[in-house]
């Protein structure tokens, strides 16, 4: 949450730290700003909204200059107003944050009485007073070193020193940084996505690091003070990965993108042609694990409690699924030979990251399943499991959640096979019903018109219901996850047996129930259910195959029908017809569907 850019042009920095904040918008929305160094001083804008109206301010009242730091905001500590919205100056500096400083109330009362007077009432403005007052006594470099010395909490940084032409001070702990190199000039950023399009060669800055940016070079500096030499890469990330085409939101396109997300997520995994799956090299022996243990947030963790179905049934594994934000901070009993699984789209969740490291500092084997390839988690988990879900920017997440549940889903049956409870003929029947899950996906998104038929009915709603039982139990808690965060309308999803234990209290005429009910295994009695809330006037929206709408007309207010695959594929399609209603009934609210209010795509604080 936040996103910051720096860049050192040979021309005007600002335009390129703006489109660079554009990209970064996903991280937060509530303010923008950028300043810039122009050799006589440092100038600067800021607004508070999304990006565009910045943009737009920004061409009534132009600011410039050859080095220039900027940031998109998601508050944390300070309402959103202009006097909080980055880049924050003190004196001679001028700095961009994103994280947390744990102790900037100690910072702060300890700079006032130096005499130091405040303007805003975030974390930030500390970091920059402590900046500037070591300049009365110290270069710049150890001014900023001395100031960081200090800081307690998680942080990136970007500062600018007035009459330090060309230079940007960069900073991480906790929270991540990229700096690079390009045609374009010298940058850095919270992501590669921000940076891409100027630099060809980037780093990643690792814990600890601080950097003096200039023209052509980087001095970087390990958390000891040692100067280091960190690997440059190649980077290759696409334009059009960051482009709407044809849709009208990013969170469509992604919905779309999933027969094709899906397939090349898999195909790293399962081998159709010999009918098995293929992990390749890995670094622990499922034989060998006592308990696996599924750690994640939000859609993430949603994914793992589907995921716990599957180990326990296919692969007999004892499993507990955490979340990271509650594990943490438990006195959670663990043993040898567990191995503790990290699910995170952008492998930053602070959440995620701490309870990774906790279970490393405990000497637990480690795991993750991510997305961004080159974050955080990928490079601190002891094995990483890729998901190919390209860039997802829709701060509702979907196309990264069917990934995390076709690897997971994979994973699932390698540690079956490898255990000794399923054989060779069901590894193969499961591994066909994978290879097929993308054209089956596929086939559920032409229900696309007829969900978006229902939009406006849902729109009216005041609370909705999403039921499920077994790995759609799950299902249904990310239906009403993705109608709450992105229509903001009540919902509550529920394993469908629960229902009459409490929550049936709820139901009266014309509420909105969503039965996702196979007619298969244990979901078949989630029918039995819905008989239960369509006797108290629910109005029921039915998700199942074709015998279990063609058998249910009556009851069904609609009926959306999704082809019959085992249980191991249902999750991954019963997924779609959940996104496509939270989707489309936000759309007839006129709600910001790709910005939802108040949150961010990213959540790198705790
Ligand atoms: O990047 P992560 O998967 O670690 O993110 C975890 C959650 O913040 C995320 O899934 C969040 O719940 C999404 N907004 C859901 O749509």
């Not at 599957?310 to 030979?337: C, H, I, K, N």
């Amino acid at each position: 949450m936040c996103g910051i850019v720096g860049l050192i042009s040979k021309e005007n920095a600002v335009p390129g730290v703006l489109e660079a904040l554009k990209r970064l918008e996903y991280r937060g929305y509530d303010s923008a700003g950028i300043a810039a160094e122009n050799g006589q001083g440092i100038t600067r804008q800021r607004t508070i909204g999304n990006i565009k109206t910045f943009a737009d301010h920004l061409k009534k009242h132009p600011i410039s200059g050859p080095t220039a730091i900027g940031h998109i905001r998601w508050a944390t500590h300070g309402v959103v107003n202009e006097a909080n919205a980055h880049p924050h100056i003190v004196g001679r500096v001028a700095v961009v944050h994103n994280g947390i400083i744990e102790n900037f109330k100690e910072l702060r009362a300890e700079l006032g009485k130096a005499g130091v007077s405040f303007e805003t009432d975030t974390d930030t403005e500390v970091v920059a007073a402590l900046i500037d007052q070591n300049l009365t006594t110290d270069n710049p470099r150890d001014a900023v070193k001395k100031a960081l010395e200090k800081l307690e909490g998680a942080f990136a940084l970007g500062i600018l020193i007035e009459g330090e032409a060309a230079t940007i001070f960069a900073a991480r702990r906790g929270s991540p940084l990229v700096i690079g190199f390009g045609p374009g000039g010298t940058i850095l950023g919270s992501d590669t996505m921000a940076i891409a399009g100027i630099a060809t060669r980037v780093c990643y800055l690792e814990e600890g690091d601080f950097a003096v940016l200039k023209s052509a070079s980087a001095d970087i500096f390990d958390a000891d003070g040692n100067q280091v030499d960190r690997e440059f890469c190649p980077l290759n990330a696409k334009a059009t990965d960051l482009d709407k085409g044809n849709y009208a939101h990013y969170m469509q396109k992604e919905i779309f993108e999933q027969p094709t997300a899906i397939s090349d997520t898999l195909g790293m995994y399962i081998d159709p042609l010999n009918s098995c799956v293929n992990l390749g090299e890995i670094s622990f022996d499922f034989k060998k694990i006592t308990k696996l243990n599924l750690i994640a947030c939000g859609t993430s963790y949603y994914a793992a409690l589907t995921a716990r179905y599957w180990f326990e049934t296919y692969g007999g594994l004892p499993v507990e699924v955490e979340m990271a934000s509650e594990f943490r901070y438990r006195d959670v009993v663990q043993t040898s030979g567990e191995l503790n699984l990290f699910i995170s789209q952008s492998g930053e969740t602070l959440d995620t990251l701490v309870a990774l490291r906790h279970c490393k500092e405990k000497g637990q084997a480690t795991a993750a399943i991510v997305n961004v390839a080159d974050s955080t988690m990928t490079r601190e988990a002891g094995e990483t499991f890729l998901t190919f879900a390209g860039v997802e920017i829709g701060v509702a997440s979907t196309k990264a959640y069917t990934c995390q549940l076709s690897v997971l889903a994979a994973l699932a049956v390698a540690a079956g096979r490898a255990r000794g409870v399923l054989s060779e003929k069901q590894e193969a029947e499961m591994v066909e019903v994978l290879s097929h899950l993308p054209s089956r996906l596929a086939d559920v998104l032409y229900h696309d018109e007829a969900i978006q038929a229902l939009a406006s009915t849902l729109s009216q709603a005041k609370n909705v219901l999403y039921l499920g039982r077994g790995s759609l139990y799950p299902v249904a808690l990310e239906g009403a996850l993705k109608l709450k965060e992105i229509s903001y309308i009540h919902a509550e999803g529920y394993p469908a047996g629960e229902m009459k234990h409490g929550p049936i209290a709820l139901i009266e005429e014309g509420v909105p129930v969503v039965i996702l009910a196979p007619t298969k295994g244990v979901h078949k009695k989630t029918l039995s259910n819905m008989q239960e809330a369509y006797s108290r006037k629910a109005r029921i929206i039915l998700v199942s195959d074709h015998e279990g709408i063609a058998a249910h007309k009556k009851e069904a207010f609609a009926g959306i029908e999704i082809p019959d695959v085992p249980d191991i594929g249902l999750a991954i399609l019963y997924a779609v017809p959940v996104q496509l209603i939270a989707y489309h009934t936000a759309v007839a609210k006129g709600t910001n569907v790709d910005q939802p209010r108040n949150l961010a795509k990213s959540v790198t604080v705790e």
